[in-house]
């Protein structure tokens, strides 16, 4: 039996300064060690300031998380030595004294099976370490530019089983902590995971530093693997804490695994405690987003069939499109036009912020092809050039010449040249339908595929006197 549990970091990077100072919650892109003050470098007689949204974030995600909102909160000093940690200690959150962390336990529903939280936690980042040079060139060097942003942790119970198991729970907490609109799970270093596996009767190896969730099923795979083999030869696992080697794709041996005694924890002095009352937790309950499973079962009640749904509903930017867009008879097509092209077109949040696409361009697309003016492909194309240049449906269709040809005498025109030109066919048209389906394939070649295939059937048939 396999048992993977595991201790997800997410940065809270909606905030605009750091959990207990004034610094910047954006570090990405500034010069390293330039983004630090007095307090979230350590220095002594400093006093720690908690950011209020911060800790609304952690609640948020707690709440959402199906978590206990807790009555009494408090932080705690874990305590150790790291060149990243210049306090020599993380600020974090602990249950004990009566009081607790931002929430647990809860669950994440999976589909066929939920899993377990056991705590949601609010804590600083550390510092970031780059190691570099060999020999005696070798080199550590430190950024504290991220010392101090706030960071969520989830901590699961056991319940994972495999690789893939650990992939689909990672990909919906990520979906739903991005629908909270705390965090952006994009963003280089946002979420981070540290994973604790046994397999059998074997102890239980951490390996930490994962960097991304790709990177996290990897981890996973290769330490159930390496402890399977070990056994199958014999030998016994070790509980240990082992790093994640990015770079050679493999876990190596760090140290022996320290457990909780070891970091010496007490109550942080400096942050008042915490009593949350019951007005305040539930306003904040209040405002928590429509949640991904609850969207979900409303897109099906408009007709959305359950895969572009699923799509549609795990997506916060694109579904808060398609909800502004869609009137009801057309949201079937609008979320078709969504999932099909324009997700395909802007997937990054960069294409997204510069698409041209607005709501009321895909309700005037979703109508021009259920009237059947434009067809599919057309349609396709319009939303590439509103896409890339914005601009309003009606000017789209008639610069690039997109609209179906519905006028008949147009139509009959293009006939008669296809009539001129293929003699045989339309000798053979009378008897033989495949040979109708050639002079049809013919008109649309000539109209770009825009003639409209009834009208252009009956103009056919008009022509050769059928
Ligand atoms: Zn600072």
Redesign the pocket.
């Given at each position: 039996m396999r048992r993977i549990g595991l201790e997800i970091h997410c940065q809270l990077t909606g905030l605009e300064s750091?959990l207990?100072?004034?610094?910047r919650s954006d570090y990405r892109g500034m010069a390293p060690n330039t983004?630090?003050?007095?307090?979230?470098?350590g220095v002594p007689g400093t006093l720690p300031r908690l950011n209020r949204g911060a800790l609304r974030g952690a609640l948020l995600i707690g709440m959402a998380l199906g978590c206990k909102t807790p009555e009494r909160l408090a932080f705690f000093r874990k305590n150790y030595f790291y060149p990243d940690l210049p306090k020599n200690f993380q600020t974090t959150q602990l249950d004990a004294y009566w009081h607790s962390s931002a929430g647990g336990p809860g669950s994440v529903d999976l589909g066929g099976g939920s899993v377990r939280i056991r705590r949601v936690q609010l804590e600083e980042d550390p510092g970031r370490i780059t190691y570099g040079g060999e020999g005696r060139n070798r080199t550590t060097l430190v950024d504290y530019n991220r010392a101090?942003v706030a960071l969520v942790e989830i901590v699961t119970e056991p319940d994972l089983e495999d690789p893939a198991h650990v992939r689909r729970f990672v990909s919906a907490l990520a979906d739903l902590l991005e629908n909270l609109g705390v965090t952006d799970p994009g963003l280089e270093g946002a979420m981070r995971a540290d994973a604790n596996v046994s397999v059998g009767d074997g102890a239980r190896v951490e390996v930490k530093n994962v960097g991304s969730f790709r990177d996290l099923e990897r981890a996973v795979r290769f330490e159930i693997t390496r402890q399977e083999e070990l056994v199958s030869r014999g030998g016994t696992v070790a509980g240990e804490t082992r790093q994640w080697d990015e770079g050679r794709r493999i876990t190596v041996g760090a140290r022996v695994k320290e457990d909780d005694p070891d970091y010496r924890y007490f109550p942080e002095g400096d942050i008042p405690w915490i009593r949350l009352d019951r007005g305040t937790a539930s306003s904040l309950r209040a405002s928590l987003p429509e949640g991904i499973a609850e969207r979900r079962a409303r897109y099906a009640g408009l007709g959305i069939p359950a895969q572009v749904a699923d799509v549609l509903s795990s997506d916060s930017h694109y579904s808060a499109l398609f909800d502004r867009a869609h009137t009801g008879p057309d949201a079937k097509e609008i979320a078709n036009l969504v999932t099909s092209d324009l997700m395909g077109l802007a997937a990054t949040r960069e294409e997204r912020r510069g698409s041209g696409v607005t709501a009321g361009g895909l309700r005037d697309l979703a109508a021009a092809v259920i009237s059947g003016r434009l067809s599919r492909k057309s349609a396709k194309e319009a939303l590439l050039r509103m896409h890339e240049g914005g601009g309003d449906l009606e000017g789209i269709i008639r610069e690039a010449g997109l609209g179906n040809v519905t006028d008949s005498a147009e139509i009959a025109g293009v006939v008669a040249e296809v009539i001129a030109e293929e003699p045989g066919a339309a000798a053979d048209a009378a008897s033989n339908p495949e040979a109708v389906n050639y002079l049809v394939g013919m008109v649309m070649k000539k109209t770009r595929g825009r003639a409209d295939p009834a009208a252009t059937i009956s103009e056919i048939r008009r022509a050769l006197g059928g």
């Open positions: 750091k207990f100072c004034p610094c983004n630090t003050c007095p307090t979230c470098m101090g």
